[in-house]
């Protein structure tokens, strides 16, 4: 099973710099990705890490240490719009029924303020 | 292509009253999944198919059933409805097993008093 950390919530400033952790404790690991979530609405993809090490896309990067059960995405020059839940959710490994399966963390509702 | 949708987008059921959620894809993706969202316990897996005429079991299965009829639609069932099943359910689908894009539909709001 797997069992994933993430601040309930929090809030920054337009304009700013933040970084919204993810913890995770695994029987098996196959990827941890990143989804944003606008009230109301269905969760978008944002990023993937498999591999240990940042990846960046734009004014998001997401970190990964697999040795440390450890992802934390960044988002830059924070925008009203960034307002949303932020999902953290890991892939398990192929199970026997022929699929990965992922498994979400409850979700980081982040505030932007002006 | 309108991507992944579902119906209806709202419904409310008395207990014990039975229905049924509609997912369709357009982008031909393989797997498909269906899970609840409910507040402070994220989005849970309830049901996934592989391909058409599969089916199998994720997280919180019980007192839901699911078919798979064509490759584009995916659908869940409840048979008797109960309060506890009040949530938001999302349909998603992806290409592949190893795809790393889940593609979710805008969701179904279910009240079961």
């Known amino acids: 099973g797997q069992n994933i950390d993430q601040p309930t919530e929090m809030t920054a400033t337009e304009g700013a710099i933040v970084q919204i952790n993810c913890t995770y404790q695994?029987?098996?690991?196959?990827?941890l990705f990143w989804y944003q979530q606008h009230a109301g609405e269905a969760p978008t993809f944002l990023s993937y890490n498999v591999l240990d090490g940042l990846e960046e896309k734009g004014r998001f990067s997401s970190f990964l240490s697999r040795s440390k059960g450890y992802s934390y995405l960044l988002l830059k020059e924070l925008q009203m719009k960034d307002s949303a839940s932020y999902l953290c959710?890991?892939?398990?490994?192929?199970?026997?029924?022929?699929?990965?399966?992922?498994?979400f963390g409850k979700g980081t509702k982040l505030s932007v303020i002006p | 292509n309108a991507g992944v949708t579902q119906t209806p987008k709202f419904r409310v059921l008395k207990t014990g009253q039975s229905m049924t959620l509609l997912c369709a894809q357009d982008m031909n993706h393989e797997y498909m999944y269906w899970y609840r969202q409910d507040p402070g316990m994220g989005l849970r897996l309830i049901h996934y198919?592989?391909?058409?005429?599969?089916?199998a079991k994720g997280e919180v299965p019980d007192g839901y059933n699911v078919s798979r009829l064509k490759k584009q639609n995916f659908l869940l069932g409840l048979e008797s409805a109960a309060p506890s099943q009040t949530s938001v359910y999302f349909c998603a689908s992806s290409y592949t097993a190893g795809d790393a894009k889940q593609y979710f539909g805008p969701g179904t709001r279910l009240t079961v008093t």
């Open positions: 959710a890991v892939r398990d490994s192929y199970s026997g029924a022929g699929s990965y399966q992922l498994t």
């Open positions: 198919s592989v391909g058409e005429g599969t089916t």
């Open positions: 695994t029987s098996g690991f196959n990827g």
